[in-house]
């Protein structure tokens, strides 16, 4: 799976569970209640996108303290982390490209640019510090363009 198969996942994901949690809302909450409720969700989905389409580990207050709504979200919630485990999986190949990339950079800057060059090892480091470094560096770059 490529980054943008994930994105578009991601985003499937996150429009099934705006549709599910407006359909729950209507059937759970009176009038007054409703309008509140869609507001609350509205902004949490548009937060979602800004995000990438990410799920999010929780729903803002005060949907979170609807169990019905709590329990709704734990398969979206369950469905992204699938997504991201697929993307840290297909990026392994790209992953090391990148870093082979970083060090031609490092060696060709070496004694040139000593500034560069530190920012570079540093973000070698982290790359091989967090397995879903790069995937998430990937995942906002392709939600930038």
Do not use: C
């Not at 996942?9 to 009176?30: G, Y």
């Amino acid at each position: 799976m490529n980054s943008p198969s994930a994105m578009r996942q991601s985003k499937k994901n996150l429009s099934d569970f705006n549709r599910d949690a407006r359909k729950l809302i209507k059937t759970n909450l009176s009038e007054n209640y409703n309008d509140a409720e869609k507001s609350e969700l509205d902004g949490f989905i548009s937060k979602r996108k800004e995000n990438g389409s990410h799920m999010g580990k929780e729903l803002p207050s005060p949907l979170k303290f609807k169990k019905w709504l709590v329990e709704l979200h734990e398969e979206p919630q369950a469905k992204e982390r699938t997504i991201n485990k697929e993307l840290v999986a297909a990026l392994t190949k790209q992953k090391e490209t990148y870093l082979s990339g970083l060090n031609i950079r490092i060696k060709a800057l070496q004694g040139n640019d000593p500034s560069a060059t530190d920012l570079i090892k540093e973000e070698v480091k982290e790359v091989n510090a967090s397995p879903d470094y790069f995937a998430e560096l990937m995942r906002k770059e392709s939600h930038n363009q």
